[in-house]
C-alpha cells in the first residue's frame, strides 16, 4: 500500500470517530475502491473472513513443518517429530515470551505487517 499522510483534520475526526492509523490501512486494504476513497461494505467484510479462514486452516495444516535454509536457499522441509522439536527450541536462542505476545519465536508477531500495493482503480480482493 502506498504511504498517504493524514491531515489534522482527518487526525481530529479520527480521534472523534474512534478510527485509528491502522484502521485506515486495514480499510484501504480490504475495502472497496470509490470515488474519492475506500469503503469497507458487507461483501467486504465477509470476502475477508474467507481469506482469513483460508489462511488460519493453511497454518494450522502447517503445524509441525520445518523447512531448513542455508542463505536464500531452501535446503529441505519435513514435518518434525515432537522430540525434534523440543531439542530445536531448546537449542534456539530464548525469547521473552512478552516481546512475542507469548508464542516463543514466532516471527510474524510484533514485526510489522508486509506493505501490500494497490493500482488506482483496483479493488482489494480476497476472494
Same mark, same amino acid.
Given at each position: 500500500?502506498?504511504?498517504?499522510?493524514?491531515?489534522? &483534520?482527518?487526525?481530529?475526526?479520527?480521534?472523534?470517530?474512534?478510527? &485509528?492509523?491502522?484502521?485506515? /490501512?486495514?480499510?484501504?486494504?480490504?475495502g472497496t475502491e470509490v470515488e474519492d476513497g475506500y469503503l469497507v461494505r458487507e461483501k467486504d467484510c465477509q470476502a475477508a473472513e474467507r481469506?482469513?479462514?483460508?489462511?488460519?486452516?493453511?497454518?494450522?495444516?502447517?503445524?509441525?513443518?520445518?523447512? !531448513?535454509?542455508?542463505?536464500?536457499?531452501?535446503?529441505?522441509?519435513?514435518?518434525?517429530?515432537s522430540s525434534k522439536k523440543r531439542h530445536l527450541l531448546r537449542t534456539t536462542e530464548e525469547r521473552s515470551l512478552d516481546s512475542y505476545g507469548g508464542d516463543r519465536g514466532c516471527?510474524?508477531?510484533?514485526?510489522? /505487517?508486509?506493505? !501490500?500495493?494497490?493500482s488506482a482503480g483496483q479493488r482489494h480482493s480476497f476472494s
Open positions: 500500500m502506498t504511504d498517504v499522510s493524514v491531515t489534522r &483534520h482527518a487526525t481530529t475526526r479520527m480521534a472523534q470517530r474512534a478510527l &485509528h492509523a491502522d484502521d485506515l /490501512e486495514l480499510i484501504m486494504l480490504v481469506y482469513l479462514k483460508r489462511l488460519l486452516d493453511q497454518v494450522r495444516r502447517l503445524r509441525g513443518a520445518r523447512v !531448513v535454509v542455508d542463505g536464500e536457499q531452501v535446503v529441505t522441509v519435513y514435518r518434525a517429530g516471527r510474524w508477531r510484533g514485526q510489522p /505487517e508486509p506493505q !501490500v500495493e494497490a
